[in-house]
Structure formats: structure tokens, C-alpha cells
């Protein structure tokens, strides 16, 4: 299937979004609403880690009935350790945000984003929300303006076939570690496909992409992800879709990476003939995870040994050193159990831009994976700092 992401991010048919400042923030946009003007099949996945936030709670009830008409979400405050009350609050949110839309309000999702262990200003949320669905409009990067927090600008990326059309919303830069990363990120398409087969395809894409997201290690306590496909598009091909959802959500993830706290490039991490795909990944997330590997690359320093290191570690894997290759941008760097002769300058020149592709084969069967993160600089270090005041 022959697509391109759209120059410009739309909304599918059917599905609008608004945003704006309730008062959460001194000035930003910091509450957004995501819209369906019919009831939407959904699905979702949530973060693992063992202290979900109050909107995660909630979120794992809702979610049961496999059908949203609105997302409601609100930065700076994560509604996170603050106990029954906090998900009183969330659901509170959802109340709200159904009685401006005209919905049912165990079909509104509800995320936070923001610290922890603060008490959700419900209030400010419950004033904000109202006279929001006259804002409501087409472009998503309005929405995706209302959800930020660390991030340096909003994300929103869309597809329009000759079929449906699929929009991704999201944000997140820090806190960012595989099995869901510190994201919230929203998938709304108008394409007929019934909660079964969309939480299926939620699975599969996600673990291809944001499960293979990694910033700094830290698995949040708010991650979500959310699809709803309100059918305004008629009947697809699945096939079809799902190329179209993998690609969009991989894209998604990348844009993530390349923002992470402090920054300056994404790391892509493809590993290609292990024993198996779990064996795959397992290499792939050691090497995004090493801070030796991360500043390797901010420091454009061709290190082979951090890459031998990070591959090393992984005690349980089976591993060759005779039959591996390394590359790096497509410079091969070690091979033959040795490290090759290259350009050194040159290769230092490569790494000095927006992205490091580092290539392993192990020529040891045909599992593969692929991990996705960003350097390590001064200004992880500089953000996190300050992060409970910002």
C-alpha cells in the first residue's frame, strides 16, 4: 500500500480536538479535548509500572466497555500518589468533560501529565472544560499543544488514504523506558474495525515501536495509550491499516526520541540474525539504555568497545564474537572479531547529526528488533533538576 504522512496533520472525519489554559500552568495551554461527534470503538494499553496513577485506575475501568467518545487530558499535574481521593478527582475529569460534550461519562478517557504525589486542581479542570466544545476543531496539533509538558514543541502526525484516514497525537520526553514509555499518546482514525481486531493491532504496533522507546530507563506511572476508530470511513482493509498504524506509530516514537530531555539526535538501534526476536530486543534495549552508548554519540566518539560492552552485558544471550558485525551510519566497525580500518574523521563527522543508526549482526538465526532513544547531554541533567518547579 502506497501512502504518505500528511504535510499537515488533520483530524479523521467525525473526530475534532481543542485546547486551552484552565489555570494548571501560568500561561501555556495545559487542559485538551479529543472529540468523536459518534460512539467509537477503543482500545488501550497502560503503563506496568506497580504505582499507576489515578487516571490509569480509571482508565483499566473504562476501557472495559471497548467504546470512548472523548479523551480529556490535563499537563503539569500527573494526579499521581494521591491516594482515593485522586481518583475521585480523575473520574470527576470524565464527569466534566461528558457533561460539556453530551456523552457518556464511562466514555470519556481521562490522562494527567505532570509531577507526582501533587493533588489534581479538579476545580480549575471542571471550570476550564467549560464552553470547550465550541473550541473544538481539525487540527490536532491544538490538542496536542494542551497535553505538553517537557516537550520542546507539539506532535501530531496524520494519513490520509484513499480509504480512512489515521491521526496520532502525543507527548513525552523524559521518564521514557520500554513497556510503555512517559507518553500519552492518542490514535484516532475513521475506519470501521471492531474493538477485537483494534486492540489486537494496538499490541502488535506497539510493540514494535513505543515499547522499543527509550529515553532515560524510567518506566512513568501515567503512560497510555489510547485508539478509537469511529467507522465515519466505512470498512478497510486490515492489512491495509495496519501497515498504515505500525508505520505512524514507529514515526511517533521517533519524534519522541529525538525530544527527549536534553537531546540533540535519535539513536536507532537494529539488531538483525539473533537466536530469536526475544534475544533481538533484549540487544537492542541494553545498547539505547547504556549512558556509555548515549554519550558515546553526543560526543561523536566512534567508542567500539562501549558497543562490545553493551552487547557483552547481555549474560543470558547467545552471542559470537567471530560472526559479529558492527556498523555504524553504515560504517562497518568491527568485524571478524576485530575492529576494521575506517575513516575515523569522516566516521566522527557522521555521528556529529541529527541521527546515529547503529547496526548489529550477530549471524546467528533471524530474529530482529529494532530500539529507538536519544543522547545523553547537560540538559537531561539541567531539566530533571528543576522538573518539580517547572
Known amino acids: 500500500m502506497k501512502y504518505e504522512f500528511d504535510g499537515n496533520p488533520v483530524m479523521p472525519k467525525g473526530f475534532t480536538c481543542a485546547s486551552r489554559n484552565c489555570g494548571i500552568k501560568e500561561g501555556d495551554d495545559d487542559l485538551a479535548l479529543f472529540y468523536s461527534d459518534t460512539k467509537a470503538n477503543a482500545a488501550a494499553v497502560f503503563t506496568q509500572n506497580l504505582v499507576p496513577g489515578a487516571p490509569i ?7 472495559k466497555k471497548a467504546k470512548l467518545q472523548a479523551v480529556v487530558v490535563n499537563s503539569r499535574v500527573s494526579n499521581v500518589g494521591t491516594g482515593e481521593e485522586g481518583v475521585k478527582r480523575a473520574y470527576r475529569m470524565g464527569v466534566a468533560a461528558a457533561k460539556e460534550l453530551a456523552c457518556e461519562s464511562d466514555e470519556v478517557m481521562m490522562s494527567s501529565t505532570g509531577v507526582i504525589a501533587v493533588e489534581l486542581p479538579i476545580e480549575k479542570i ?4 467549560i464552553g470547550m466544545k465550541a473550541d473544538l476543531g481539525s487540527d490536532p496539533l491544538v490538542g496536542a499543544r494542551g497535553i505538553m509538558t517537557t516537550d520542546t514543541y507539539a506532535k501530531a502526525i496524520s494519513v ?9 497525537v502525543g507527548k513525552g520526553s523524559g521518564m521514557i523506558e520500554p513497556n510503555m514509555a512517559t507518553m500519552l499518546v492518542y490514535a484516532f482514525t475513521d475506519a470501521a474495525i471492531s474493538a477485537k481486531d483494534l486492540d489486537a493491532v494496538l499490541r502488535r ?18 503512560d497510555t495509550m489510547v485508539v478509537m476508530a469511529n467507522g465515519r470511513a466505512g470498512k478497510v482493509d486490515m492489512q491495509d491499516f495496519e501497515e498504515v498504524f505500525e508505520s505512524s506509530c514507529i514515526r511517533m516514537t521517533e519524534m519522541l526520541a529525538r525530544d527527549g ?4 539526535k535519535l539513536l536507532r538501534i537494529e539488531i538483525n540474525e539473533a537466536v530469536s526476536e526475544k534475544e533481538a530486543k533484549i540487544y537492542a534495549r541494553a545498547m539505547v539504555n547504556s549512558p556509555l552508548i548515549k554519550t558515546m554519540a553526543h560526543g561523536c566518539d566512534p567508542n567500539i568497545g562501549r558497543m562490545l560492552m553493551a552487547l557483552g552485558k547481555c549474560f543470558d544471550n547467545t552471542l559470537d564474537v567471530d560472526t559479529l558485525t558492527l556498523s555504524v551510519n553504515g560504517t562497518v566497525v568491527f568485524a571478524d572479531s576485530v575492529k576494521t580500518e575506517f575513516d575515523e574523521p569522516a566516521l566522527r563527522q557522521s555521528i556529529d547529526s541529527e541521527e546515529v543508526i547503529f547496526k ?16 545523553l ?4 541533567v539541567d531539566e530533571n533538576a528543576a522538573y518539580y518547579s517547572s
Do not use: P
Not at 522499543?212 to 506511572?221: E, G
Not at 530531555?261 to 540533540?264: I, S
Open 57 to 63: 485506575i480509571a482508565g483499566r475501568e473504562i476501557i
Open 126 to 129: 471542571e471550570s476550564g472544560i
Open 160 to 168: 490520509t488514504t484513499d480509504d480512512f484516514t489515521l491521526t496520532i
Open 205 to 222: 504496533g506497539v510493540n514494535k515501536s513505543f515499547n522499543m522507546l527509550s529515553v532515560d530507563t524510567d518506566t512513568s506511572t501515567s
Open 261 to 264: 530531555e536534553g537531546a540533540t
Open 360 to 375: 548489529i549482526d550477530l549471524a546467528l538465526g533471524s530474529g530482529s528488533a529494532t530500539a529507538y532513544g536519544c543522547d
Open 377 to 380: 547531554t547537560h540538559g537531561y
